[in-house]
């Protein structure tokens, strides 16, 4: 099926449409629900809006700007009262995964906005920076803090991108083998089994293991680079 073209509203005959932002930035983000990040270009987001690709220009000079004011619709849904550092940094971590998790429970669409280019979204980099401040206040620093902080924001939004795919999966598995298997072998009996109780399985219930695993490897590092520190000192 094609795209379905939004109205422009034409203010008399004659007139060229009336384009805005707001019209050019829901278009793109209807197209993102139904197309990959790449084939959202700007001439199919005129196309959707039935008007010519050079009345984009007027708003947005490229496509990365164009993503980059989606994002930025997008991830204003994003709501977070950080408990600051006057609670222990665990809990703030934590207050802040699971308002992450709630957001792209309810946004799944916002995993294709976080990065434009290779590089991320300022609207992503505005909704992770507690977790910076988080890591900086354990005294990570310089190369330290991005090799931690690469480490923890690939966990999470890993962890969040998968259960986005599998939770609903989960419903199907208990399912007969949809490729056959050799059922006398041990292994696929231990694996019908376990299928048997996928559909209990939780979306919290997941969430809480990864988050509780992301906060105790956080505590072993900080440990480690605390003592590391207290070394080098005289």
């Known amino acids: 099926m094609g ?8 203010p008399g005959r004659g007139r060229p ?4 932002v707001p019209m050019i930035v829901a278009a793109a983000r209807d197209l993102l629900g139904r197309h990959a990040p790449d084939d959202v270009t700007c001439a199919r987001v005129a196309a959707q ?15 990365d700007m164009l993503i980059a004011a989606v994002a930025a619709d997008m991830f204003s849904d994003f709501v977070f009262s950080d408990p600051g550092e006057a609670v222990p940094w665990q809990q703030r971590l934590r207050a802040w995964l699971a308002e992450t998790d709630r957001f792209f429970a309810h946004n799944p ?24 401040g988080v890591l900086q206040s354990l005294g990570f620093e310089g190369r330290d803090l991005a090799l931690v902080h690469a480490w ?10 998968v259960e986005n795919y599998a939770g ?18 041990a292994a696929a ?46």
Request: glycine share 4%; proline share 8%; aromatic share 4%.
């Open 189 to 234: 009996q231990a694996d019908v089994e376990r299928r048997r109780h996928l559909p209990s399985v939780r979306r919290d219930e997941i969430m809480a293991i990864g988050f509780d695993a992301i906060i105790a490897q956080l505590e072993r590092l900080a440990q480690v680079h605390d003592d590391a520190s207290a070394g080098d000192r005289p």
């Open 109 to 132: 669409v916002a995993f294709r906005v976080m990065a434009t280019s290779s590089q991320a979204s300022p609207a992503w980099i505005s909704v992770r920076a507690s977790l910076l």
């Open 49 to 63: 809006l039935g008007v010519p690709t050079s009345s984009l220009y007027n708003h947005f000079p490229n496509r």
């Open 3 to 10: 795209d379905k073209a939004i109205t422009v509203e034409r």
């Open 17 to 20: 449409p009336k384009l805005t």
């Open 168 to 185: 609903p999966n989960r419903l199907a598995a208990a399912g007969p083998p949809r490729v056959p298997m050799d059922m006398d072998s």
């Open 152 to 161: 923890c924001e690939s966990q999470v939004t890993g962890l969040l991108l």
